[in-house]
């Protein structure tokens, strides 16, 4: 899918000569082989979700925009909740041979970039994530999460390493997958 916001020099400023980068929008999964980076588009409230399974040397990113479940009578893109988003991105991953059992997470994003005081919808994705994964007895190995700026993953599954962009500065390292 080609999008627009690629051309943004804050999303892709360094990677814009990456040979094997695949961009992870709203609602969209990505599942990436040893020698690619998977970098979400800039995450406001919503949340990336970065799973990565070392014996397979397989990773993925969810970009996930609302808590909980897709309603029954949800149509179009159910991998915008948190739930739905969470299930592919594991049955994807286990399509490529990936174990359950040796899936590890990091997840970025859930700030309030609106900066309204009532506004909990990203705490509330936050949370959803955090629960499922609990339930899938996924753990979550290092988070960036909060506050009130936009942050953009990346992940280069060639490393192992997962890092963050935060506003406009640069990129911070958040974990290495052992």
Known sequence: MNHPITKHVYFAREHENTPNKKYVFS?????????????????????????????????????????????????????????????????????????LKNIKACIVGGANVLKKENDFISKELTD??????????????????GGFERRVAIFNLYTKEVFYTEGDADKTFLHKFD
């Open 27 to 99: 609602g969209e999964i990505a599942i990436g082989l040893n020698n690619e980076v998977l970098l979400s588009s800039p995450l406001g409230s919503c949340v990336a979700v970065v799973a990565f399974e070392e014996e397979k040397r397989i990773g993925g990113m969810a970009h996930v925009m609302l808590p909980g479940s897709a309603p029954d009578t949800q149509i179009r893109n159910k991998k915008l909740y948190a739930f739905n988003a969470i299930n592919f991105l594991i049955k994807s991953l286990k399509q490529k041979g990936a174990r």
């Open 128 to 145: 959803s994530i955090i629960n499922i994964l609990g339930e899938k007895q996924i753990p979550i190995t290092a988070s960036a999460v």
